[in-house]
């Protein structure tokens, strides 16, 4: 199984400033297919399911602020957010979709500061 | 207007059974893969299961053998049959559909299994 491992578990940002939140794959999660990565990142706010943020580690979800941001290519990814509102306290999953089981992060909790 | 809606949580005794459904509406349920993915109580995403479009199945080694997944196109619904339930198995279960290439653009709000004596 590819294992998903995010850092840091928690954040805390000031409104207006750079919330980054890195995703690292056990292997490559690179489709040569499609010369793309599996790699997509939800947010969770508090009793609500996920919501699809970015997919092939860069494509914004239509409707999603262009504040989100997703890079990385291989084995490492990152989710950053350019400027914090105060909507955006939520928890952060990052999964690959590569090869099942589909494993997402252990979460990534942002805060403000 | 996607819409997923489970149903069937319950608190169950361990190793009793259980069968989730989730009502699909707003696509064309049997063109797309649909997925179950679990949250135990203040814990994290947990991928547990995936039927395709063309009803190949998959399972997190931890439910293999207990659970299926299932599907009946003719009701736009998906199933998850749940047996010899675990306490490990509480947590909240989400439907969702998955993309052309397997990333969930849409989730249900999730039912609750509770799994206790």
């Known amino acids: 199984d590819i294992v998903m491992t995010q850092s840091p578990d928690s954040l805390a940002v000031s409104l207006g400033e750079r919330a980054t939140i890195n995703c690292k794959s056990s292997r490559s999660v690179f489709y040569s297919s499609k010369n793309k990565n599996c790699l997509a990142w939800y947010q969770q706010k508090p009793g609500q399911p996920p919501k699809l943020l970015i997919y092939?580690?860069?494509t914004r979800e239509s409707g999603v602020p262009d504040r989100f941001s997703g890079s990385g290519s291989g084995t490492d990814f990152t989710l950053t957010i350019s400027s914090l509102l105060a909507e955006d306290v939520a928890v952060y999953y990052c999964q690959q979709y590569l090869s099942t089981p589909h494993t997402f992060g252990q979460g990534t909790s942002l805060e403000i500061k | 207007e996607v819409q997923l809606v489970e149903s069937g949580g319950d608190l169950v005794q361990p190793g009793g059974s259980l069968r989730l459904s989730c009502a699909a509406s707003g696509f064309i349920f049997s063109s797309y893969a649909m997925s179950w993915v679990r949250q135990a109580p203040g814990k994290g995403l947990e991928w547990v299961s995936l039927?395709?479009?063309?009803?190949?199945?998959y399972y997190i080694d931890s439910v293999k053998g207990r659970f299926t997944i299932s599907r009946d196109n003719s009701k736009n619904t998906l199933y998850l049959q749940m047996n010899s339930l675990r306490a490990e198995d509480t947590a909240v279960y989400y439907c969702?559909?998955?993309?052309?290439?397997?990333?969930?653009?849409?989730w249900g709000q999730g039912t609750l299994v509770t799994v206790s004596s």
């Open positions: 092939w580690a860069s």
């Open positions: 969702a559909k998955c993309d052309t290439s397997y990333y969930f653009d849409y």
């Open positions: 039927i395709t479009s063309g009803d190949n199945t």
